[in-house]
DNA sequence: CTGAAAGCGCTTACAG
DNA sequence: CTGAAAGCGCTTACAG
């Protein structure tokens, strides 16, 4: 491979002034830099950026943990994060844990040798036994998509999923909704926290038998969830899923027990996946700026490493929006006239 | 941060004794190794990577450009390929292109500094016209997912994309169907020259009329092209759609025709994408063997880099599978027989 | 504006 | 089985 050193030979300097044109650092005259750069396109000459590395001590590389890479969600945050990274002539080495704690551990052991700038976990539940591994780490980290127990450690970006929930109840308040319940996968807390303090404050109460965990986070698991909702009590007019793949099989449970949406039930979502546009009703879903949030970690962490310091040990919560579709209705059964 | 030096201070011997206990290689008496371990552990030393990659020319990382991670084909894609990386203590350095040339032109000039030991790129046509750039790279470099115009020059890991359209119009032709159109996006054209061989071969033929490009490769783009389709023939008794997508707009438009599916119209898709099995009726389509393929074309890439020479230039084809679910059955709108 | 020196933290032969 | 030397390809002060 061509090095520093060949290029300076030709154009009859030192390394270090074909050093100086290259980063377009140090004065160099017009004349030598034109020198240096013909023998650079002459030769083909790209600097080794691990040489580089070594000598200035960072990568230009960042490291970025998520669960898997196969939910929007996640998928949103990952090009989010490339997005800035890119801007800022930075790389992304990305790490998905897949529900595998050891992967993981191992993986943050490569991290932690060096070879990334700054470090971004977002959401990562399979990482929070391992995350005091980085406590003595040498370069900044920060968390994101964070709902619950984040370590005070660390500077987080997330979203105030509290009021996602409680914007949830407040329009179902607002749509007359009294009997209402829940279905939750069991990291939603404070979502569901939220949605029952918007019936608290109405002097309405969503008590604890209302609160269905699904079995799982999939449809099938909403189904489930929304049968057994329906069943404990049948006069219900309005549940919110907690997940929008919960709120999908409630949509399948509501039709299979025949009552129509958002006529006789309806139905609210969360996270305002693309698909559930598609879903028939369309969804009434609440909003979560992934793209923001992720963009916000990033910047907070390039931050910090342009003034190679720590960054400062914040909590910033970004807010949720409610998305009204189709799957949300007055309470009382009430057909929407079609004509304005 | 603490170097290879203090740690063989600490232990009493030199640096490349630590070297070698740390690497395992060369000969250490098993009293020095113990000494130098302990050192390790009470000073809580790493190695530096950058310093290693630096010394051995190899960075033990690998690339990989996709289009985008949004879409659950490349999702897969990504995860098989870091599944095969971490099996070989490899990273992953991930680029999504997202349509953007110019930003895929910029990181591949990134990669090829260097930073890489091996490059994958999937499906990539943003990055199809600076392809040459990487005819001179010192690394190995490989495509996969590939549907049309693989540039030669690459070893090749995809899907037998003729066949799986094949395997559609087979399935179509042994339930009876004889007439039956085409939603195409433009870049399928393998996959719907399989399927047009499935009748060809029984002296049928399928027209060119008979395939109708999708406006877009979304369910409003099927929906659309199906429309067309059905609007131009009427008597059509299936159709095949060359992507999931556009088979659950097919759906919608079959639907919105009062055609019920697959009594009156059967439709096939293609890629067997999660989603598919949620539609209803459940979408036959053709399941694509993505993981495996991202595997073996990063084990192909691992295996060069062991021999440290140049993969052999092949293409390698993966079978793709046709999976029967409810949106297809015989010609004639017979009802199925519930029980068996 | 340009050049000689030292160093980043490791590994690779090669002596002993 | 262990150590002294050279080198990987850059950058960072510092002279001139």
Same mark, same amino acid.
């Given at each position: ?102 992967? $993981? ?8 040798? *060096?070879?990334?700038? $700054? ?19 040498? %370069? ?35 749509l007359g909704h ?16 939220? %949605? ?26 909403? %189904?489930?969830? $929304? ?12 549940? %919110? ?13 509501? *039709? ?6 958002p006529?006789?039930?309806s ?26 949030? $992720? ?34 209705g007055p309470v009382g059964g009430r ?6």
């Amino acid at each position: 491979m061509v090095t520093m050193q060949d290029v300076a030979e030709r154009a009859g300097v030192t390394k270090q002034t074909v050093s100086n044109v290259i980063r377009g650092r140090g004065a160099v005259s017009t004349a030598t830099a034109a020198r240096v750069r013909a023998a650079v396109e002459e030769l083909g000459y790209t600097p080794n950026l691990v040489a580089r590395s070594l000598a200035t001590g960072a990568t230009r590389t960042v490291g970025l943990f998520v669960p898997t890479v196969t939910h929007s969600f996640y998928a949103d945050i990952v090009e989010a994060v490339e997005d800035v990274l890119d801007e800022n002539g930075y790389h992304l080495l990305l790490c998905t844990t897949r529900l595998d704690g050891e992967r $993981a551990k191992r993986h943050l052991a490569g991290l932690t040798s *060096r070879s990334v700038d $700054a470090l971004l976990i977002a959401g990562d539940r399979d990482l929070i036994d391992h995350l005091p591994l980085l406590s003595e780490a040498s %370069f900044p980290v920060a968390l994101c998509a964070w709902e619950t127990e984040a370590p005070d450690r660390f500077p987080v970006v997330t979203i105030d999923y509290e009021r996602a929930g409680y914007l949830a109840g407040r329009h179902l308040r607002e749509l007359g909704h009294e009997r209402v319940a829940v279905l939750a996968s069991p990291d939603h807390a404070p979502r569901v926290a939220g %949605f029952r303090r918007a019936f608290t404050a109405d002097g309405l109460a969503v008590p604890d038998d209302a609160v269905h965990l699904a079995p799982a986070p999939t449809p099938a698991g909403g %189904f489930a969830a $929304a049968n057994a909702a329906l069943a404990a009590d049948p006069g219900l007019t309005a549940l %919110f899923a907690s997940h929008d793949v919960l709120a999908l099989g409630a949509l399948e449970a509501a *039709r299979a027990a025949g009552r129509s949406v958002p006529h006789d039930l309806s139905i609210v979502g969360h996270d305002d996946n693309p698909e559930v546009g598609l879903a028939r009703p369309a969804l009434t879903s609440v909003a979560i700026p992934r793209r923001e949030m $992720a963009r916000e970690a990033v910047e907070l962490l390039l931050r910090a490493l342009s003034r190679s310091g720590t960054p400062a040990n914040s909590i910033q919560l970004l807010r949720p929006e409610l998305v009204v579709r189709e799957s949300t209705g007055p309470v009382g059964g009430r057909r929407a006239d079609p004509a304005g």
